[in-house]
């Protein structure tokens, strides 16, 4: 019942943060997604006591397990077959997605360290320890899903709290996407910086489509209803990854010393990894025609929405208040140093799609992969340039972050000392930007925002 409570609280902060978009022009200029208005309010409501016996470790388990069945499902999105022949995927792509994979590799490398000194000062005086600022790029670079699932982590090492501060992080880092995000990208539109770019209709302003405008389907439908429902099937499917997960998480905790330790807790990566070898046992058997992309795609969404709205509701004021200022302060100094980062290295990727790219990487570096291409369709709405297609396959860029994260989570449960987890970080920032060097990924920068678009020398 208690659970059922929270997903129901959940929904209807959804649907007043629906109602708001439609009806407040703020809102509506800033193109906030209604799973922030909605978790925002319910923020509110949840800490004003309006609503009485919250559990608000039940929405953190929520979000964790919302967190873990979405990289499921994009694990079974997959690649269609037209996708795969198209010769769009070009040395272009494959140019934008390292760059921009490695960029965000740099600041999940060097953010834990700002994040580690700033909160070993601003939070003196308060008993907080420099070791949440390290939980930053949990929170910036990965979202609120992670944050839960690595603040868990932490938790277990004996540092309580910590998933309360990684996804107030988190949270935070949704308002600096859109609040900093849409008006670079109303900028860049007035100085000509975009290639495609169109009007804001009302219908997307107001994030609801009118029945003229309703033309996009969810999917198909495989299976006979009177057999197993098209989503049953596709969410039992989820529900074998998940199973599967479990698994291979007690297969990894054979695993000596702190690296088995680590990843037997990350439910969602092993989840991720059980779904792309569902996903080819689909294909060899050859039954992966019964299996819609599409509508896989649509319940990575709903489980989205309501994980970031629930990140929201998960925040409990009464505990983070005595350490509200060090965690203002370090979200405000990673705020800047990300987008110093962003509009530096952005353009220097080399290509026609820069200031896409650039937008689209703030999104990844404050929010997730969904609000980079989210601030993307402002600027480009019809998706014609290559940039939100590189937001998807940067994935494969990222992959020397885990060095990180595994140096930070083996010094948060006492298996590897401060200095090594630094020299870790450390290394692997610097590593990153001698390859942007050598693959010629920080070159000279192709559009700069003070000129317009005839002026930029490619």
């Not at 039954?287 to 509701?313: N, P, W």
Request: hydrophobic letters at 50%.
């Amino acid at each position: 019942m208690a659970v059922m409570m929270a997903i129901g609280w959940i929904s209807i902060m959804l649907l007043f943060g629906m109602v708001l978009r439609a009806k407040v022009k703020f809102l509506r200029g800033m193109l906030m997604p209604a799973s922030v208005i909605g978790g925002i309010i319910g923020f509110l409501v949840l800490n004003s006591n309006i609503v009485s016996d919250i559990d608000y470790k039940i929405y953190s388990d929520l979000v964790n397990f919302l967190f873990t069945l979405s990289f499921i499902s994009i694990g079974l999105t997959g690649v269609s077959k037209e996708e795969k022949k198209d010769n769009t995927v070009s040395k272009e792509i494959v140019k934008g997605s390292m760059g921009m994979g490695f960029i965000w590799t740099v600041l999940y490398a060097i953010t834990p360290v700002i994040g580690y000194y700033t909160i070993t000062v601003l939070g003196a005086g308060v008993e907080m320890d420099g070791l949440y600022g390290l939980m930053i790029p949990f929170a910036f670079c990965q979202g609120p899903g992670q944050s839960v699932a690595f603040g868990t982590i932490i938790e277990r090492g004996g540092w309580s709290n910590a998933t309360q501060v990684a996804v107030t992080y988190a949270s935070i880092g949704f308002l600096f996407a859109f609040l900093i995000g849409v008006p670079i990208a109303k900028y860049g539109i007035k100085k000509g910086l975009a290639q495609y770019s169109g009007s804001i209709t009302e219908s997307i302003a107001k994030g609801i489509y009118s029945p003229k405008e309703q033309k996009e389907s969810c999917g198909k439908i495989t299976t006979y209803s009177g057999n197993i429902d098209v989503l049953a099937f596709h969410f039992a499917l989820i529900g074998l990854c998940f199973i599967l997960a479990q698994y291979l998480g007690k297969i990894f905790s054979y695993i000596p010393g702190y690296f088995g330790e680590t990843f037997s807790s990350m439910t969602f990566l092993n989840g991720m990894l059980c779904a792309y070898f569902v996903k080819w046992i689909m294909r060899k058997l050859g039954i992966e025609k019964y299996h819609d992309s599409i509508l896989q795609t649509r319940i990575t969404g709903l489980c989205t929405d309501f994980l970031v709205c629930g990140a929201f509701m998960s925040i409990q004021i009464s505990i983070i208040s005595r350490w509200i200022l060090p965690i203002l302060g370090v979200c405000i100094i990673t705020g800047v140093v990300t987008l110093m980062f962003a509009l530096y290295f952005g353009p220097r990727l080399g290509g026609r799609c820069d200031f896409e790219r650039t937008l689209g990487l703030w999104g990844c570096l404050t929010g997730t992969c969904p609000t980079g291409v989210a601030l993307i369709r402002i600027v480009d709405p019809h998706l014609q340039t290559t940039a939100a297609t590189e937001m998807g396959a940067m994935n494969i860029a990222m992959l020397p972050s885990y060095f990180v994260t595994t140096a930070i989570l083996g010094y948060s449960i006492g298996q590897l000392s401060f200095f090594s987890m630094l020299i870790q970080c450390i290394i692997t920032f610097l590593v990153i930007l001698v390859l942007m060097k050598v693959l010629r990924l920080w070159g000279k920068p192709t559009f700069s925002f003070k000129k317009k678009e005839e002026e930029i020398n490619i």
